[in-house]
C-alpha cells in the first residue's frame, strides 16, 4: 500500500481570527425507510470559538419542497470542531432523481480559492435515485471528519473513510464547492499544488502534493455510489484545510497489506508506528468493521513509549459480514510535537469471501444430471448457484475470486432455494441434456445480498446411453389399480465380440415412483439365452395418478462370471397432467427420456364417436385445449414422436400418456384493469378511471370494486362496487382533504376477483400565496393582507417585521387576514419583511414547508394594485 500522509496541527498562537470562521465542512446523508420515505441526516463542522449557531437548517428537497431540521447533536471534536448533527425524514412525491440541498450564509472570510468568501453561501448537496425497482439503499457513511490540517510544503491526504452498509460500489472524484441553490461558486479554482492536486478514484484518498502556501482552502469530494452498474447516488464532502508552517516530522506507520480472507479465518497483525523525533504516538482506527453488529472486529492499543506506539487489529469475520466489496481500513498515527501535531494514514482493503462448497457427485439418471454436495454449515445464505460448461476447465481461482468468472466458460443453469438443499438436478429447463457430451460442474454459495463464495471443487459427468437401449416406455392402459406400461428395449449388439461376455444372460427390470423418481426397486428378472426377450409387460400398477421410470441392466450370468455389462437403460413413461381452468384445461407433458421427442399430439375423446380425435400438436412441454363448456367432462391421451440422435440409435419411437380427464370450471379471475385518477380541485372530487384491453379478459368481467386509502401507507378498503362491466369511471369526493390511493378490482358472475391494479395516489390539491403588496387606504380595496390557501392548510406560523427587525404582526390564522396596523395605526408605507411556516396536510401526513419574502405596503388614498401580486 501507497503511503498516506498528512499534518494534524494544534494551534497554539497561529490560529486565524475567529470572527472569520464558522461553517467549515458538512455532508448529507440518508437512510431509505421505505420506497418513497427517507431518513436524512446533515452533519456540519463549524468554528467552535465562533459566536455564529445553527440549532436548526432549512433543506430543500428538490420537490418543490423545504422543510426545518433540528439539530440533534453537538459534539466538540479537536482542531476547535464542532460536529452538528440534524436529522429529518422527507417522503417523496414519486420516483425520480432529486438534488438535496442545505445552505447556510455564509463561508468564512478570507479562504483563498474563493473569490469574497465571507459573502458567499455554504452549501452542501446530496443526490438520490428514489426508484422502486433498485432496492432499499442507504448512502456510505463518512467515518474520517474533516479536521485535518496541512503543512506548506508537505504531503497532505484526507480519506473521508466511507463505508457502505449495502455493500455497494463506491468512487470518488474531486467537484466544485457550491453556493446558494447549489450552484457552483463563480471562480472557483482547487488549491495550488507543488506537484499534484487530485482524488483517487478507487481508495477516496484527497491528495494535495504539496501546498505551495499557507492560508484556508475549501475543497470538495464526490462520493458516488453504484449498484449493478449504476449510479444511485452521490454524497458530496465540502471541507476546509487550513495550512502552516511547521520543522517537525511525522511518525512513520509500518506497511500494511491487503487481506482476502474466507469466513472463519482470523485476521490478526500488529499495527506498528515510530516518530524519528522521539515524540509520543497515538494510534487509532476507522473503518465499518468495527460497527458491523455482529462479528465486530477489535483494535487495541498494546504499548506506547516515546518515539513508537503498537496496537493489534483481531477481527474473525462470519458470513454476515460476506459481500462482494472489500472493507477498508484506515490507520492513523499522531505525533506530539511541540508547535504542532503530524500524522501518518494507511489504509488496506479486506475482502471476506464465502467458503468454497463442496460437490460429492454428479450422477446420470436418463437425460438429467443429479448434483449432489456437502451441507454448508450455515443458515445465512438464500441457496446456491449451479454453473455448468461443456468439457472439463482449466479455471483454477486464487484466493481473493468469488463466484466464476464469464471468461472460465461458466453459464450458470439453475438455482437451489434453501440454506439447508444439498441436492439439485439439471434438466437443462426440462430439454434434457444431450448424449455424447462431457459436463463439467460447479456450484457456489449465494448470500441475501446477491454475493455469490467461492466456487466449488469441479466434477465431469456425461449422459450414460444404456445397454440396453430404451426405445419404448408406453401407457397400454389406465387403471388405479390394473394399469399397465409396456417396456421395449433394443437388442445389444455386438457382445459376441467381447471375449468375456459368454452368455447365458439375465436382465433386472428395476422401476421407481415419478418420472424423475430415483427409489429404483427390483420388479423382475428375465434369464435370456439368445437375447431376443426385449419386452417386459408391468402390470397392476397405478398410472391414473402418477408416471414411473425404469432402469433396464443386463448381466452376464455364466456361472463363475457374473457381471454387469454397460451401463443400465433408463427412461420413463409419459405424464400428463391437466388442470381445468375457465372454458379450457391447461396440460403439463411430464417425461425423463435419454431421446429427443420432438412432436406431441393431443387426443381428446368424442362421446358421439366413442374414439379419441386428434386435437392439436406441440413441441413444447405445455398446451391449452380452448373452448370447452364449463362443467363437462373430457379425457385426453397424449403421444409422443421421437429418436435418438446418435447415429445408429432408434428413431420414430412412438409413446402413449395415460388417460387423463378434466372439467372445466371458472376458477380464473379477470385480469387486473389499468388505472388513472385525476383530481378536481374546484370540485373538490378525485376521478378515477380504468380500462381493460385483453378482450377475453374483458368478456369474463362482471363489475368492479374500487378501493382507497387516505394515506400513502396503510390499508386500501372499498368504497364503491360497480356491477356493470361497461361502467370505467368513478367520482370519489374525499371531502376537504382531495387526496389519497385508488386502486381497482375486476371480479366475473361467481365471484372470482382479480389482483389489485396499480395503486395510483393523488397528493392534496394545496396552493398557499401571500400578496408582495397591499394598500390599507380605507378605500374599501385590498384594504387586508389575505392569504390565499387551500382547505389543505390547517395553520400558520406568519410573523411580519420591518426594516430594523422589529415583530409587528403574528397570526396562525391561514389566511393572515392583517389590517395594516400596529398597536391600533396603520403602519408607515414601505417594505415589510416576513417569515411564514405553513403546516399543510398532505397524504403523508402533517407537512411544514417554509415562505419567506416581502410585502410593500401602501398607504397613499387611492393606491390601487389590480391585480395583486403574490408569492409562495
Same mark, same amino acid.
Given at each position: ?29 440518508? &437512510?431509505? %425507510? ?39 447533536? &453537538? ?69 474520517? !471528519?474533516?479536521? #485535518? ?24 472524484? =474531486?467537484?466544485?464547492?457550491?453556493? *446558494? ?29 504539496? !501546498? ?34 511547521? #520543522? ?67 477481527? /474473525? ?81 486464487? @484466493? ?18 434453501? $440454506?439447508?438443499?444439498?441436492?439439485? @438436478? ?21 448470500? !441475501? ?38 417396456? /421395449? ?36 428378472? /428375465? ?26 441392466? %443386463? ?20 405424464? =400428463? ?62 403421444? @409422443? ?45 378525485? %376521478? ?80 398557499? *400565496? ?36 422589529? =415583530?409587528?404582526? $403574528? ?56 391585480? !395583486?401580486?403574490?408569492?409562495?
Amino acid at each position: 500500500m501507497a503511503k498516506r500522509l498528512f499534518i494534524f496541527i494544534i494551534v497554539l498562537g497561529l490560529a486565524f481570527p475567529a470572527e472569520a470562521t464558522h461553517n467549515r465542512a458538512g455532508e448529507i446523508t440518508y &437512510k431509505q %425507510l421505505s420506497d418513497l420515505s427517507f431518513e436524512f441526516t446533515i452533519t456540519t463542522f463549524t468554528y467552535s470559538l465562533s459566536l455564529a449557531d445553527r440549532p436548526r437548517l432549512e433543506v430543500d428537497w428538490g420537490d418543490n419542497s423545504t422543510s426545518i431540521a433540528e439539530r440533534i447533536e &453537538k459534539v466538540l471534536l479537536p482542531n476547535f470542531y464542532f460536529r452538528n448533527t440534524y436529522v429529518i425524514n422527507h417522503t417523496f412525491p414519486g420516483p425520480g432523481v432529486y438534488k438535496v440541498v442545505v445552505q447556510d450564509p455564509n463561508r468564512n472570510l478570507g479562504v483563498v480559492n474563493i473569490p469574497n468568501s465571507v459573502n458567499v453561501v455554504f452549501s452542501i448537496q446530496t443526490i438520490l435515485t428514489v426508484n422502486p425497482a433498485i432496492g432499499l439503499n442507504q448512502t456510505p457513511l463518512l467515518l474520517n !471528519p474533516p479536521y #485535518d490540517k496541512a503543512a506548506k510544503g508537505k504531503l497532505f491526504i484526507h480519506n473521508p473513510a466511507a463505508f457502505d452498509p449495502d455493500g455497494d460500489s463506491l468512487s470518488y472524484k =474531486l467537484t466544485v464547492c457550491t453556493r *446558494e441553490d447549489g450552484k457552483p461558486i463563480e471562480n472557483y479554482t482547487y488549491p495550488p499544488a507543488t506537484n499534484a492536486f487530485y482524488v483517487d478514484s478507487i481508495t477516496g484518498d484527497l491528495v494535495w502534493d504539496t !501546498p505551495a502556501d499557507t492560508g484556508a482552502y475549501n475543497v470538495a469530494i464526490e462520493i458516488q455510489e453504484w449498484r449493478d452498474g449504476r449510479k444511485i447516488s452521490v454524497v458530496v464532502r465540502d471541507m476546509q484545510i487550513d495550512v502552516y508552517d511547521t #520543522d517537525n516530522e511525522p511518525p512513520v506507520n509500518d506497511p500494511l497489506r491487503d487481506w482476502c480472507v474466507e469466513v472463519g479465518d482470523t485476521v490478526d497483525f500488529w499495527f506498528v508506528s515510530n516518530d524519528p523525533d522521539g515524540d509520543m504516538v497515538q494510534q487509532s482506527s476507522t473503518s465499518g468493521v468495527y460497527n458491523l453488529g455482529t462479528c465486530d472486529a477489535v483494535f487495541t492499543r498494546l504499548d506506547s513509549v516515546a518515539g513508537r506506539s503498537i496496537s493489534r487489529f483481531y477481527w /474473525i469475520p462470519c458470513h454476515e459480514t460476506v459481500r462482494q466489496q472489500p472493507y477498508d481500513v484506515i490507520f492513523k498515527s499522531e505525533d506530539t510535537g511541540t508547535d504542532v501535531q503530524l500524522v501518518d494514514i494507511d489504509n488496506m482493503k479486506i475482502k471476506v469471501l464465502g467458503p468454497p462448497p463442496v460437490l460429492s457427485t454428479a450422477v446420470p439418471e436418463g437425460k438429467v444430471m443429479r448434483l449432489t454436495w456437502e451441507p454448508y454449515g450455515t443458515d445465512f445464505i438464500a441457496g446456491f448457484a449451479i454453473y455448468r460448461r461443456e468439457g472439463a476447465s482449466t479455471f483454477a481461482p486464487d @484466493s481473493c475470486v468469488n463466484g466464476l468468472p464469464e471468461w472460465s466458460g461458466f453459464t450458470r443453469v439453475g438455482f437451489a432455494t434453501g $440454506a439447508e438443499t444439498t441436492t439439485y @438436478s439439471d434438466t437443462n429447463n426440462g430439454d434434457g441434456l444431450d448424449f455424447g457430451v462431457e459436463y463439467a460442474y460447479r456450484i457456489v454459495a449465494v448470500y !441475501p445480498n446477491g454475493t455469490e463464495s467461492k466456487t466449488s471443487n469441479e466434477l465431469v459427468s456425461s449422459l450414460v446411453t444404456g445397454v440396453p437401449i430404451i426405445r419404448h416406455v408406453t401407457v397400454t392402459s389406465t387403471d388405479v389399480a390394473n394399469g399397465s406400461i409396456e417396456l /421395449i428395449w433394443k437388442k445389444p449388439d455386438g457382445l459376441d465380440t467381447i471375449p468375456t461376455v459368454t452368455g447365458p444372460y439375465e436382465y433386472l427390470i428395476y422401476r421407481a415412483n415419478d418420472v424423475s423418481g430415483t427409489d429404483f426397486q427390483l420388479i423382475t428378472s /428375465i434369464q435370456s439365452v439368445d437375447l431376443n426377450d426385449t419386452v417386459y409387460i408391468d402390470n397392476l400398477i397405478n398410472t391414473s395418478i402418477r408416471g414411473y421410470i425404469y432402469k433396464v441392466e %443386463l448381466y452376464n450370468d455364466a456361472p463363475g462370471n457374473r457381471f454387469l455389462i454397460g451401463d443400465p437403460g433408463i427412461a420413463s413413461s409419459l405424464f =400428463l397432467q391437466a388442470s381445468p381452468g375457465d372454458r379450457k384445461v391447461r396440460f403439463t407433458i411430464s417425461r425423463n427420456v435419454p431421446w429427443i421427442n420432438t412432436r406431441y399430439d393431443f387426443f381428446r375423446y368424442n362421446e358421439v364417436t366413442m374414439a379419441y380425435d386428434s386435437i392439436g400438436s406441440t413441441n413444447q412441454l405445455e398446451w391449452v385445449d380452448t373452448g370447452l363448456e364449463n362443467g363437462e367432462n373430457y379425457c385426453y391421451y397424449v403421444r @409422443s414422436y421421437g429418436g435418438y440422435v446418435i447415429e445408429g440409435y432408434p428413431t420414430g419411437l412412438i409413446n402413449f400418456s395415460q388417460i387423463t380427464c378434466a372439467v372445466p370450471e371458472d376458477n380464473e379471475p379477470p385480469c387486473p384493469p389499468e388505472i388513472w385518477v385525476s383530481s378536481e380541485c374546484d370540485s373538490l372530487y378525485n %376521478l378515477v378511471t380504468w380500462a381493460i384491453d385483453d378482450r377475453e379478459c374483458f368478456d369474463d368481467v362482471a363489475g368492479y370494486r374500487i378501493y382507497y386509502r387516505p394515506a400513502r401507507e396503510g390499508d386500501l378498503e372499498e368504497i364503491m362496487e360497480i356491477n356493470n362491466p361497461g361502467v370505467f369511471s368513478y367520482k370519489h369526493y374525499p371531502g376537504m382533504r382531495v387526496a389519497g390511493c385508488y386502486g381497482v378490482k375486476a371480479y366475473d358472475q361467481i365471484g372470482n376477483e382479480s389482483g389489485m391494479s396499480v395503486v395510483i395516489c393523488v397528493d392534496s390539491c394545496d396552493f398557499f *400565496e401571500i400578496p408582495n403588496v397591499f394598500t390599507p387606504n380605507g378605500d374599501g380595496i385590498n384594504d387586508m393582507l389575505v392569504a390565499r390557501a387551500s382547505s389543505m392548510v390547517e395553520r400558520v406560523d406568519f410573523k411580519l417585521f420591518n426594516r430594523t427587525g422589529q =415583530l409587528i404582526f $403574528a397570526t396562525e390564522e391561514p389566511r393572515l387576514n392583517w389590517d395594516g396596523t400596529y398597536k391600533g395605526k396603520i403602519v408607515s408605507p414601505g417594505i415589510y419583511f416576513y417569515h411564514c411556516d405553513v403546516y399543510e396536510m398532505r397524504i403523508t401526513g402533517l407537512e411544514l414547508f417554509h415562505l419567506s419574502g416581502f410585502v410593500h405596503v401602501i398607504t397613499e388614498k387611492g393606491a390601487v394594485v389590480t391585480p !395583486p401580486v403574490f408569492k409562495k
